[in-house]
């Protein structure tokens, strides 16, 4: 399985973006955002299960939604109201298998929120 992600980029505090992780190879029961900021562990984001069914970091809980196009094979993680402490590199991952571990892991994305 690959994972490619796409979206990221420089947004000033206050605006939107739209991530997108497509997955090649076969089809996902269930995606999951983490992310990752300078000189910091990595943290979960969201996760979406095949039914959609999602759950959300209490940090970007009413800002952040995952959603999927299972005929796709993608998953999407809309960022509203984005805060520079939400700048980190993103990666999407695939088939979940516990909280933090996953059985595949996307190349990452940059994410820049200036103030």
């Known amino acids: 399985v690959q994972l490619q992600a796409s979206g990221g980029g420089l947004v000033q505090a206050g605006g939107s973006l739209r991530l997108s992780c497509t997955a090649s190879?076969?089809?996902?029961?269930?995606y999951g955002w983490f992310r990752q900021a300078m000189g910091k562990e990595r943290e979960f984001v969201a996760v979406i299960s095949w039914s959609a069914s999602t759950n959300y970091a209490d940090s970007v809980k009413g800002r952040f939604t995952i959603s999927r196009d299972n005929a796709k094979n993608t998953v999407y993680l809309q960022m509203n109201s984005l805060k520079p402490e939400d700048t980190a590199v993103y990666y999407c991952?695939?088939?979940?298998?516990?909280?933090?571990?996953?059985?595949?892991w996307g190349q990452g994305t940059q994410v820049t929120v200036s103030s």
């Open positions: 991952a695939a088939q979940r298998i516990t909280s933090t571990l996953y059985g595949y």
């Open positions: 190879g076969r089809t996902i029961s269930s």
